[in-house]
């Protein structure tokens, strides 16, 4: 699809919604639906607008009961629409996971190929708010665990607004990860939309001394961190994941392949999550490639503090990205 070239100025959130008002003029099956999405706007305001627009058929507030509403978003999608339903934050996910694990990521496999899900859950994740441990975990690659559905991250404009078109196309469960640090950030977005391929990652910053692999809430980190790393004549390489599932090794093999060195930034805890299977599957394909193990910077390994002092201690963040650099540089370089 070709565009103007013209740009506009634009928030996250506002990609987002952006997003939202072009799916539901598009499509007549879809419609959103979630906690206080219609009336109050949506706890992040990305709603904000749509109840107006659209009616109360397609933009429906619910109850306040994650499985209640997500098992009615798998019937509908089961009935032939497009639901797009809003998980509030990331950790009230739990209590719809069998919904979204027994029942959207399984039902393709169990009948046979028979049923598709083409239901899209958007989900606010990650910390930096100082909402403490209820309302900060990034779980995101708990899910990237589970066959049958797509795990997408969107950490720019382009993809926070292209990714849903994508992901409303897709015949089965897809669920996208908004980090809540996100929606205020803003930048120019070209006026046309356009769908976003969202199974490859991106470079977001060529480099050739050490590959930064990231995705989500902490991409603007590592982007600030190789900026750093510049002016002290490292070169930094920035990769981009965008999905966590399907994971796409050949863009991250290729890029150790060129920088023979990796550090891996998740806001994830360290044990048992996606930087661990990344690391895992370099030594698979690029053992021979690394001049020096895969270093990791990842969230500490407890519940998320209230206190802003101690969330930032606990998280990655610009400073830690660049001394674990550093360190793995130190007589190496």
């Known amino acids: 699809m070709t565009t103007s070239g013209q740009t506009v100025r634009i928030t996250y959130r506002?990609?987002?919604?952006?997003?939202?008002?072009?799916?539901?003029q598009r499509d007549p099956r879809v419609f959103v639906m979630g906690e206080d999405v219609g009336r109050y706007g949506g706890c992040y305001a990305v709603t904000k607008g749509l109840l107006e627009e659209f009616g109360p058929e397609r933009i429906r507030d619910t109850p306040l009961s994650e499985s209640a509403f997500v098992g009615a978003g798998i019937g509908a999608a089961l009935g032939g629409m497009r639901p797009i339903v809003e998980i509030m934050t990331v950790n009230f996910s739990l209590l719809a996971l069998d919904q979204i694990v027994n029942n959207a990521a399984t039902i393709l496999h169990m009948s046979g190929g028979q049923f598709n899900i083409?239901?899209?859950?958007?989900?606010?994740?990650?910390?930096g708010r100082q909402l403490a441990a209820q309302h900060s975990h990034s779980l995101e690659g708990w899910y990237a665990h589970i066959p049958g559905i797509k795990v997408l991250t969107p950490a720019t404009l382009e993809d926070a607004r292209g990714m849903l078109w994508t992901a409303l196309e897709d015949p089965d469960p897809v669920l996208i990860f908004e980090h809540g640090t996100l929606y205020n950030a803003e930048g120019d977005l070209a006026a046309e939309a356009v769908a976003v391929?969202?199974?490859?990652?991106?470079?977001?910053?060529?480099?050739?001394?050490?590959?930064?692999?990231?995705?989500?809430?902490?991409?603007?980190?590592?982007?600030q961190a190789a900026e750093q790393l510049a002016a002290e004549k490292i070169d930094a390489e920035v990769v981009d994941l965008r999905t966590l599932r399907p994971l796409d090794t050949a863009t991250i093999l290729d890029s150790v392949a060129r920088t023979h060195r990796a550090v891996i930034i998740d806001e994830g805890w360290r044990s048992g999550s996606i930087s661990a299977e990344i690391s895992a599957r370099i030594m698979e394909g690029a053992f021979y490639e690394l001049d020096l193990p895969v270093a990791r910077v990842c969230s500490a390994e407890v519940p998320m503090p209230y206190a802003k002092h101690m969330e930032e201690a606990a998280l990655p963040q610009v400073a830690t990205i660049v001394e674990t650099v550093r360190r793995m540089l130190g007589g190496n370089g």
């Open 14 to 24: 506002e990609a987002i919604r952006q997003a939202i008002r072009e799916a539901l």
């Open 197 to 223: 391929n969202i199974g490859q990652a991106a470079i977001r910053r060529p480099g050739s001394d050490v590959s930064l692999i990231t995705y989500g809430g902490t991409l603007d980190k590592s982007l």
């Open 118 to 127: 083409p239901i899209v859950i958007r989900l606010t994740t990650g910390a």
